[in-house]
């Protein structure tokens, strides 16, 4: 390890430095050779469907379904919409004149932030590695990725791709351990997108401080869904069950609890479970023998989880749906819980797993006050067919993105910035938000006539009255 280190050391710097010396050339590219690239990406990623599809089963048996789903069509959205749009977001963005600034004009270019580096989870690990390339070299970036380790199989074709259409000096991928993050993260990035769980962010933030790089960190925490007594139940637990069951609860932006008026927990529990039962295991089978169901990715995050139900059902919570895991398939059984409380860990930490605990309240207030009382989370559901409901727990609550009456429906909408807020992320991304969150927003002020030097000094009592006269109607 101390012979290693070094090595590793040098081998980010030389990347880092030869991408450096390139940056600037790649900022000075049109539209037309960044779509190009993209386009690039699109091509490789249908043409080698299968062996996306075969990586990430070999990673942790996620279905063929929600690889494409969830990983290819997240790029694939994002890269058309980014080439439908791209030369109108290069152009410079006119601003308005104010009285005071007659005869200028002014305008925002939109400039490449420089040396970009990403640093990806292994949750969806080809979606989060890509989606922010796609808006990197949208705006004229270089960029390092730094895939997760968790994943090989998938950190490898990501490689793999990477390395037959790029060259190294312009988008590269540094595999490795954290001990290779931490050599990146010493390096002098102009821009670092980092998504992962809140604790690393803030060491990320530390690292960047250092360079005042800037950042967006896509982190998570405990997102609520929040179902009232005149929500469509069925429809509730369907897209509920769906969203938390999907990659096996490993999602950022899937709900971490439920906070359901008392009057419907009844109806909910049995309505989950039915689906769960539809979805899943259909032809009587259990779960565990479903080919539409994933694994959770490594034998310590299984246990973490399994550790988090069994403190659960210790202090009292009650197991209404699934509960049963297998070790050695790191298999989690879709779980809802009822009789939580804060004690809990499943309360307390974010899940990242197939488990849902159950709150019920009697009040809206009550819902308000236990959601404000917590970080403010990456995303926040809201099932209710009253509008009054609706409009009361948004305006009372803040939340990086919130979808009503459905679940999970914002990363992949180019139009919606996605992201989170102070503890679940700094920093937006998604279509023309992720290009500009890698791009500097240059202020640009061109005098075409006239001239401000009747304020110039000396300062004389005629001059200062003029000033007076232009603070007053100016």
């Known amino acids: 390890m101390i012979v290693q280190e070094p090595i590793v050391h040098e081998g980010c710097k030389r990347i880092f430095e030869k991408q450096r010396r390139k940056a600037a050339y790649i900022a000075l590219t049109d539209a037309n050779e960044r779509k190009e690239k993209l386009e690039k990406i699109q091509a490789y990623l249908m043409e080698h469907q299968a062996e996306v599809e ?15 789903l969830g990983e290819v069509y997240s790029i694939t959205s994002e890269i058309k919409f980014a080439c439908k749009n791209l030369k109108r977001w290069m152009a410079p963005q006119r601003l308005s004149t104010p009285m005071g600034m007659i005869g200028t004009v002014s305008y925002i270019k939109h400039e490449p932030k420089g040396n970009v580096l990403i640093i990806s989870p292994w949750n969806y690990p080809l979606s989060l590695a890509i989606k922010p390339l796609v808006s990197a070299i949208a705006a004229g970036n270089v960029a390092i990725i730094k895939p997760s380790e968790m994943t090989p199989n998938t950190s490898g074709f990501i490689k793999k791709m990477i390395g037959e259409l790029f060259d190294e000096n312009e988008v590269a991928v540094v595999e490795g351990d954290a001990a290779v993050a931490t050599e990146l993260l010493k390096l002098p990035f102009n821009h670092i997108f980092f998504t992962g769980a809140p604790s690393i962010g ?19 925490g405990k997102s609520p869904n929040i179902i009232d007594e005149t929500a469509d139940i069925q429809k509730a637990a369907e897209m509920t069950a769906w ?11 899937a709900a971490d609890y439920v906070m359901i008026h008392e009057s419907k927990k009844d109806a909910f529990v049995n309505a989950y479970r039915e689906v769960v039962k ?65 004690s809990m860990k499943v309360m307390q930490e974010e899940i990242f797993g197939p488990v849902l605990p159950v709150l019920t309240y009697r009040d809206k207030e009550e ?22 409901s609706i409009d009361y727990f948004l305006n009372n609550t803040t939340a990086g993105d919130t979808v009503i009456n459905d679940m999970m429906l914002q990363f ?9 807020v102070n503890n679940s992320g700094i920093g937006k991304s998604n279509g023309f938000f992720g290009f500009q969150e890698m791009s500097n927003l240059r202020g640009v002020t061109k005098r075409q006539f006239g001239t401000m030097k009747f304020i110039y000094p000396p300062y004389t009592d005629k001059v200062k009255k003029l000033i007076e006269l232009f603070i007053k109607y100016f």
């Open 54 to 68: 075969k990586v990430m089963y070999d990673d942790f048996r996620k279905p063929a379904s929600e690889v494409l």
């Open 202 to 220: 803030k060491i990320v933030m530390r690292a960047a401080a250092e360079h005042l790089a800037s950042v967006t960190l896509e982190l998570g």
């Open 243 to 253: 969203s938390k069951c999907l990659n096996n609860g490993q999602t950022c932006i």
């Open 278 to 342: 539809k979805m899943y295991a259909s032809d009587g089978n259990k779960v565990e023998a479903s080919d539409s169901y994933a694994r959770i990715v490594n034998q310590r995050h299984f246990q973490r989880i399994k550790g988090y139900l069994n403190d659960a059902v210790e202090k009292g919570a009650k197991i209404e749906v699934g509960g049963a895991t297998i070790a050695d398939q790191n298999f989690i059984e879709p779980t809802l819980l009822t009789h939580v409380n804060d």
């Open 367 to 388: 819902v308000i006050g236990y959601v404000n009382s917590k970080e403010k989370p990456l995303a926040l559901y809201i099932h209710s067919n009253s509008q009054r």
């Open 412 to 420: 992949s909408n180019a139009e919606v910035p996605f992201g989170g």
